[in-house]
């Protein structure tokens, strides 16, 4: 098992920045690729950024890119989603990710994924 602990979310207004922590109780993220999902209201949780267990690689949706940056900090068992230039298409459920890989790469697909958080709100106003 690998207890992941989303915080970080909140409201703000548009522009604004957020960034979200995603910590494992006791537990190392080493060979854990790890990712963010988010989930609207009334839609599926999508893909929003990965990165791999070594932090070497990410990976971002589309509509993220430029905005969000992912990163890794194998010391602090803590992996970060910086938000910025929030938009209130933005607005979500933000959840962590993690899955076991001996691959040195991000996964960008739910089902790759074996360890999920309870998610933290994120909600953009304009």
């Known amino acids: 098992q690998v207890p992941l602990v989303e915080s970080g979310g909140g409201l703000v207004q548009a522009g604004a920045s957020l960034r979200l922590s995603c910590a494992a109780s006791g537990r190392s993220f080493s060979n854990y690729a790890m990712g963010w999902f988010r989930q609207a209201p009334w839609k599926e949780r999508e893909f929003v950024a990965a990165?791999?267990?070594?932090?070497?690689?990410?990976y971002y949706a589309d509509s993220v890119k430029g905005r969000f940056t992912i990163s890794l900090v194998n010391a602090k068992n803590t992996v970060y989603l910086q938000m910025n230039s929030l938009k209130p298409e933005d607005t979500a459920v933000y959840y962590c990710?993690?899955?076991?890989?001996?691959?040195?790469?991000?996964?960008?697909?739910?089902?790759?994924?074996?360890?999920w958080g309870q998610g933290t709100p994120v909600t953009v106003s304009s």
């Open positions: 990165i791999s267990w070594t932090g070497s690689s990410t």
């Open positions: 990710a993690a899955k076991f890989s001996l691959s040195d790469s991000p996964y960008r697909m739910t089902d790759d994924y074996h360890y």
